[in-house]
């Protein structure tokens, strides 16, 4: 889906989001997902400004 109409973030759904479940996106999905080349692993511009005017 993400290669067909893209995306621009993740929207994490949980009763109760914890430390712990953000660690577990953080460290185990993302890097999944970057391997697949569906998530960046870097940004072009070096200021969150600069990312947000690409768009």
Known sequence: MMQEIGG???LLTS???T???L???VDGL???L???G???SEY???TLRGTLREF
Do not use: K
């Open 8 to 10: 621009d973030g993740f």
């Open 15 to 17: 009763l109760t989001p």
């Open 19 to 21: 430390r712990h479940y």
């Open 23 to 25: 660690d577990e996106v």
């Open 30 to 32: 993302v890097p999944a």
């Open 34 to 36: 970057q391997r697949r």
């Open 38 to 40: 569906v998530v960046r």
């Open 44 to 46: 072009a511009q070096p």
